[in-house]
């Protein structure tokens, strides 16, 4: 059963701490996206990644960092230096063929 | 900069009707794809309909298909026999061939599907 999936559904995080939202597909995409959701706004990116090993920052990456040692994995991290990280958090990989961008379930990160 | 906007924050359609939700957006690529995503309740944001620019024909799945006006920088989404399943906020998003392939969301239009 391919897709992507995203763990865990929801998390709280208490200020100063970092978290790890993780994302895993199995589809053999290349290239993986992290995006984040605010109440009444579309979606933004935060970093890319195109091949393992490699990822670039996206529009709003100050404060995040990813990794991307397996194909299969593109973890994000929120750390402390993230200013207001509420929010709606989604994983996508692309197919090549036809650039199109699948997502995974999200994460909804709740800071207390 | 490429943006992508959606005017109807929400719209509201009768079960079996048809609705359109509109979407315009501004880029000097000639080379991109359009999206319309729909996010229900559960958040999970589902692919709609897929439109490659360099195609006239508008692209059809289902009860779902596009007005294309490239000249016009105009991409809507008619939705045909609504249905209750289809009450979702509908993004729709634009893409360009290139480095990154970042999707660019409009605001997001809420459906509403009245029985």
């Known amino acids: 059963d391919g897709g992507i999936t995203q763990s865990p559904k929801y998390l709280f995080r208490k200020e100063g701490q970092n978290v790890t939202l993780s994302c895993e597909q199995n589809?053999?995409?290349?290239?993986m996206y992290w995006y984040r959701q605010d109440p009444g706004q579309g979606l933004r990116l935060i970093y890319y990644?195109?091949?393992?090993?490699?990822?670039q920052k996206g529009d709003i990456a100050e404060g995040y960092s990813v990794s991307r040692e397996k194909k299969e994995s593109f973890p994000l991290t929120v750390t402390s230096a993230q200013k207001n990280p509420t929010a709606f958090y989604l994983c996508?990989?692309?197919?090549?063929?036809?650039?199109?961008?699948?997502f995974g379930p999200g994460t909804r990160l709740t800071v207390l | 900069a490429q943006t992508v906007t959606q005017s109807q924050p929400e719209m509201s359609v009768q079960e079996a009707e048809t609705v359109t939700l509109s979407c315009t957006y501004d880029t000097s690529e000639s080379d991109y794809y359009l999206f319309w995503y729909k996010q229900p309740p559960s958040r999970q944001m589902i692919l709609v309909i897929r439109?490659?620019?360099?195609?006239?024909q508008n692209a059809t799945e289902n009860r779902f298909s596009v007005n294309f006006q490239k000249a016009a920088k105009s991409f809507s989404l008619k939705i045909s026999d609504s249905q209750l399943g289809d009450a979702a906020m509908y993004f729709c998003a634009y893409t360009h061939r290139g480095a990154t392939n970042k999707l660019i969301f409009g605001t997001g239009t809420l459906l509403a599907v009245q029985p």
């Open positions: 589809l053999n995409h290349d290239a």
């Open positions: 990644s195109q091949i393992v090993n490699d990822f």
């Open positions: 439109q490659e620019a360099y195609k006239q």
């Open positions: 996508a990989s692309r197919y090549s063929s036809t650039d199109t961008q699948y």
